[in-house]
């Protein structure tokens, strides 16, 4: 919805119409729903109380229209700006910490200061009077007034709702304008994320308007600085005030920017400790933040609690895939080309550790993503048939199994993007890379579910090599691997199944579907599974899989699949004979 029409509404009934509402029913959620927000505190990372406020349901959905209708109307305005590029990084899609911290490279100087209650400074006078008075907005003051009260809460942006980010970014836009403009007057780069603010330079004196050294080491904001902040509407925690010098180690946002973008020294080695003794002994220590504590205590967490060890992963590999993508963006090399870095070598263990050894449910590992939808609604379908593969909570079926889903990051870590070969690389290395773990034996089984075709032939060639003479079958030109059994054990809680052989002949997934169903017609296009056909009279299978078999899956149509499902229990079922 374009801002231009926005401007046009004049009342409550225009703006319900722009957000797809009857004015009844905007009236209610906005005016007599009660209660609107739920309030509770989380642990920041220093350990201090965070104030959250949640919207209810129905203010939530509202809010999150208000919120894309407003997305539109913050990249215009920062068109409108003397500066180009981004000033603002936080809650905004393509940018990131990273991105935030990145400009402020290779600088002499690294100035940062925080603002005190970001949201909270933000009340709905201001936000009120912004939607009218700027001048890229310009609206009718009801209309105003009633996105102001769907934004705010007790007066304020709320911590918790879909549209505070947003909010927060329009308010604090003035104020980028503002020290951007003082940053380039004075040759400084400026950045904000959130309510963390950056000035950087290479000068020779750091610029006093900016920051003054009141004694060694110790610096205030400027005069020209705070006046700025101050007339925005703002004010400092100036306990978090500091420069950086770079003859030592300078952070913004977290990460190190002295010579390039990274994490600190200290944070990567203690991911690597933490990994180290995982995987020796099946639980790892996390320090606690001690600034809010009279000690540093450490907090252990054992194999079936990996989720915090999984956000320190995922936040260093962020920060190698911004890099990596920059070079290859840059034109200097493919990212494929790119050597994995010895963390990146212990990622791909942990999430190996994880989905495959210490799984918390059955893992089912498929050839790409349409067969994980097949199996997992099948399941669901036949769940009271197989119920060492579902169960049933509160009347919803929940599975007991855990499908892989491929992504670059298991492309990148794990060498799985997929496909036959990745698969068959996983079956040879699987015992060996299941040795790195000592502390306590598989927890569940891996399952491996393929096509019984020539396509899967890597498969079966990988099984032989791993399993020896295990599944060889006597034929009159001496042996071949034996296709027709429902699973194969290969080592440690990794099993193959293969679909069954129809009269001798080979299999795919689909053809355990009806005629009827394969048949499905949308928009006049054919699903045509076995060949390609002529373009724009076919669909493909991802579209089968997700508007065809998920679109149907309460309908009776997994019958064909109780086969394979009786394998994949099988499986299930050797497993726990073999666990001690």
């Known amino acids: 919805m374009s801002l231009h029409v926005l401007q046009k509404a004049k009342d409550l009934h225009d703006l319900a119409r722009i957000l797809n509402y009857e004015p009844k029913a905007l009236s209610y959620v906005l005016y007599v729903k009660k209660p609107q927000y739920t309030s509770f505190t989380i642990p920041k990372s220093s350990g201090a109380p965070r104030h959250i406020s949640a919207p209810c349901d129905e203010l939530k959905t509202l809010q999150r229209k208000v919120k894309r209708l407003l997305d539109s109307c913050i990249a215009s305005i920062e068109l409108q700006g003397p500066a180009k590029g981004a000033l603002a990084h936080g809650f905004k899609k393509g940018h990131s910490i990273i991105t935030n911290a990145e400009p402020h490279k290779r600088r002499r100087f690294v100035f940062n200061i925080d603002i005190t209650d970001f949201f909270g400074s933000i009340h709905v006078g201001r936000v009120r009077g ?10 009718a003051p009801k209309v105003a007034t009633i996105l102001a009260q769907i934004m705010c809460h007790e007066n304020s942006l709320p911590q918790g709702a879909p549209t505070s980010p947003i909010a927060s970014n329009l308010i604090g836009h003035l104020i980028d304008i503002r020290l951007v403009s003082l940053a380039a007057k004075l040759g400084c780069i400026y950045s904000r994320y959130a309510d963390d603010i950056t000035f950087s330079t290479n000068k020779k004196d750091f610029p006093s308007s900016i920051a003054i050294e009141v004694d060694e080491n110790e610096w205030v904001p400027g005069t020209t600085l705070l006046k700025i902040i101050y007339k925005c ?3 400092l925690n100036h306990k978090k005030t500091r420069m950086q010098y770079s003859d030592n180690q300078q952070t913004v946002t977290g990460l190190v920017v002295n010579k390039s973008i990274n994490a600190p020294a200290q944070y990567r080695r203690q991911v690597r400790a933490m990994l180290h003794k995982l995987f ?3 639980n790892y220590h996390r320090k606690d933040e001690p600034r809010y504590k009279a000690h540093a205590n ?5 194999h079936k609690s990996l989720e915090p060890l999984e956000g320190m992963l995922s936040y260093l590999y962020m920060i190698n895939n911004f890099k990596m993508d920059k070079l290859s963006k840059n034109g200097k090399i493919r990212k494929e080309d790119i050597k994995r870095t010895s963390l990146e070598d212990l990622h791909g263990d942990f999430l190996f550790y994880k989905n495959f050894y210490a799984n918390k449910k059955i893992t089912i590992l498929c050839e790409g993503k349409t067969d994980n939808v097949y199996l997992s609604c099948a399941i669901k379908s036949l769940h009271k048939k197989f119920i060492r593969l579902a169960k049933t909570t509160g009347g919803k079926v929940e599975l007991k ?3 892989i889903n491929y992504s670059k990051l298991t492309h990148r870590v794990l060498d799985l993007n997929g496909g036959t070969a990745d698969i068959a690389n996983l079956i040879r290395s699987y015992a060996k890379r299941c040795g790195k773990f000592k502390a306590h034996p598989p927890s569940q089984p891996t399952i491996i579910v393929v096509d019984n075709d020539s396509g899967s032939d890597p498969i079966f060639k990988a099984i032989k090599d791993t399993t020896g003479k295990r599944y060889e079958i006597a034929n009159g030109r001496g042996t071949s691997f034996d296709k027709s059994r429902p699973v194969y054990y290969v080592a440690q809680n990794l099993y193959v199944v293969l679909t069954p052989l129809r009269n001798g002949q080979d299999t795919m997934m689909e053809d355990f579907f009806s ?6 017609k949308l928009d006049g296009r054919s699903f045509e599974v076995y060949k ?3 373009p724009g009279k076919t669909y493909s299978k991802h579209t089968f899989s997700q508007k065809v078999i998920k679109a149907q899956q309460k309908r009776k149509i997994f019958n064909g699949f109780v086969p394979i499902l009786s394998s994949i229990s099988a499986a299930v079922v050797d497993f726990s004979k073999l666990k001690p």
């Open 280 to 282: 020796l002994d099946g």
């Open 130 to 139: 912004f939607l009218i008075t700027n001048k890229s907005f310009q609206l």
């Open 298 to 302: 450490s907090t252990i967490y054992d």
């Open 532 to 534: 390609k056909g002529l």
């Open 233 to 235: 509407g703002f004010s």
């Open 401 to 403: 199994t855990n499908f």
């Open 515 to 520: 005629k009827n169903i394969l048949k499905t």
